[in-house]
């Protein structure tokens, strides 16, 4: 029987990232995955492959409404959409295999098959074969992941209601794609299939898209999206979704309770994620879960059951993938007795849409529901020389900052480059910098984080260029 320091059940951002670390600590280290490719939802079925087509979706977008503006013509551009999904399976491939190269040059020992506690110290692999292996172990770490999340009067057929694993492989470019939930993973697939050609009409229970963030990016992106052609409809209750023929029949209820239908040829269910736990044989080593069947952890992500950690979306916090990778270092430096430092209120959050929406920190709506007195500093992209350049003028940036300290206490903005450009926030957060130490900071010109200084600057109401 292998003996290993450290197992870590699932192979993706958490997984993979803590095994890494762990093996650089000196562990003997393996990986379970029960997928025959590694890298988990964010790398298969997830992040990466989104990304992809957003920014395929970009360019031809792109091609067919600005081109003309910069000089450039290009006659009856047309999408092969076969291509894009090609190319979007080559990025998921090459990074798939990136992480199978990392395994192998940090010898962490690779297993394929489904891990289930055996004890708190053996772990079960069903292999695809049936066949079962057992391996003794330390220390594991659970970074199984989630799935998406549905409602149980919806029946998902996968193939025209469908989840986002489906809206990452659909053959056709939808007539009209019909989106219950206007939440990050909708509002990106929307997105997607807007700029191919698509009529997306986004349903949403709440009276908000993107309810979790600053009510300003909200505003501002159902602004923006709506100009580019997505239909929205807040407040709405869905009651049902079923298909007949090629067609989806959505029933909901507007505010006012009065019943509203909707027909689309496809429906793209996004309403959120849940910790996929199924198989683990928890009940085995009697870990605990909450009533929502997230793992149970203390301050060090270790589990009823000492030996056990868990990492990444089956515990409590944002379903994030740098977020479990974060964790996944921690766990890492735990097991190796260190004492390794993660600060929750500054993992930023990101919606990859165009344009891009990035925050970190306390919106404003939390500084005032804790009482907190706070200043406020604004900076529309549109006033500066780079977003005019590149005819990226819609967004901003708002920087929250407390009265007495001028220690900045959150930082939200929408517009080109946003989820690259919240880094610097998150940094200067860390150090626990004042808006000032920001606004005196010299920011190359012309780029877009100008727009953070200036926000910075406008918090003592000295912006310059507005």
Not at 367 to 378: F, M, N, Q, R, T
Not at 410 to 427: L, Q
């Given at each position: 029987m292998s003996k290993y320091d450290v197992t870590i059940i699932g192979s993706g951002?958490?997984?993979y990232v803590a095994a890494i670390r762990c093996a650089q600590l000196g562990f003997k280290t393996a990986i379970i995955e029960k997928y025959n490719t590694l890298g988990g939802t964010c790398l298969n079925v997830g992040c990466i492959p989104s990304k992809a087509l957003l920014d395929s979706s970009h360019h031809y977008y792109d091609a067919v409404n600005h081109f003309e503006k910069h000089g450039i013509l290009i006659k009856d551009a047309k999408v092969d959409f076969k291509q894009m999904i090609n190319r979007k399976n080559e990025v998921v491939s090459q990074t798939c295999d990136g992480i199978t190269f990392l395994m192998n040059k940090n010898k962490i020992d690779v297993f394929t098959g489904v891990g289930s506690f055996k004890d708190a110290t053996h772990i079960n692999i069903t292999k695809n074969d049936g066949s079962v292996e057992t391996i003794e172990t330390t220390n594991t770490i659970i970074a199984t992941g989630s799935k998406p999340a549905s409602f149980p009067f919806i029946k998902l057929d996968k193939k025209r209601v469908i989840t986002s694993t489906e809206a990452l492989s659909l053959k056709e470019i939808p007539k009209h794609l019909v989106v219950i939930g206007g939440g990050v993973i909708g509002l990106e697939l929307g997105s997607v299939y807007k700029r191919l050609g698509a009529e997306v009409s986004v349903i949403e229970y709440m009276p908000n898209i993107i309810g979790t963030m600053d009510k300003m990016l909200s505003k501002e992106l159902q602004k923006t999206?709506?100009?580019?052609?997505?239909?929205?409809?807040?407040?709405?209750?869905?009651?049902?979704?079923?298909?007949?023929?090629?067609?989806?029949?959505?029933?909901?209820?507007?505010?006012?309770?009065?019943?509203?239908?909707?027909?689309?040829?496809?429906?793209?269910?996004s309403v959120g994620r849940k910790p996929y736990t199924e198989g683990l044989g928890l009940e085995n080593i009697g870990v605990k879960t909450d009533n929502r069947g997230k793992i149970e952890t203390n301050e060090l992500l270790q589990t009823n059951v000492k030996n056990i950690y868990a990492i990444g979306d089956v515990v409590k916090g944002a379903m994030l993938a740098h977020k479990a990778s974060e964790e996944g270092e921690f766990v890492a430096e735990v097991i190796a007795g260190q004492k390794p430092y993660m600060d929750y209120n500054l993992i930023p959050g990101?919606?990859?849409?165009?344009?891009?929406?990035?925050?970190?920190?306390?919106?404003?709506?939390?500084?005032?529901?804790?009482?907190?007195?706070?200043?406020?500093?604004?900076?529309?992209?549109?006033?500066?020389?780079r977003a005019r350049a590149s005819m990226d003028l819609d967004g901003q940036v708002k920087v929250l900052a407390d009265a007495k300290t001028?220690?900045?206490?959150?930082?939200?903005?929408?517009?080109?480059?946003?989820?690259?450009?919240?880094?610097?926030?998150?940094?200067?957060?860390?150090?626990?910098?004042?808006?000032?130490?920001?606004?005196?900071?010299?920011?190359?010109?012309?780029?877009?984080?100008?727009?953070?200084k200036e926000a910075c600057m406008a918090v003592e109401n000295r912006a310059i260029h507005s």
């Open positions: 951002p958490g997984g999206l709506k100009k580019q052609g997505i239909k929205f409809y807040t407040s709405h209750k869905v009651t049902n979704a079923a298909t007949k023929g090629k067609e989806v029949i959505i029933n909901a209820e507007n505010k006012k309770g009065e019943p509203v239908e909707f027909k689309g040829d496809y429906c793209l269910v990101v919606v990859y849409t165009w344009p891009e929406v990035a925050a970190v920190g306390k919106t404003e709506e939390q500084l005032k529901e804790a009482k907190i007195d706070y200043k406020v500093g604004s900076f529309p992209m549109r006033a500066l020389g001028d220690e900045i206490l959150g930082v939200h903005m929408i517009g080109a480059r946003a989820a690259d450009m919240i880094a610097e926030a998150v940094v200067a957060m860390e150090f626990r910098a004042s808006s000032e130490d920001i606004a005196r900071t010299s920011h190359a010109h012309p780029t877009f984080t100008e727009a953070i």
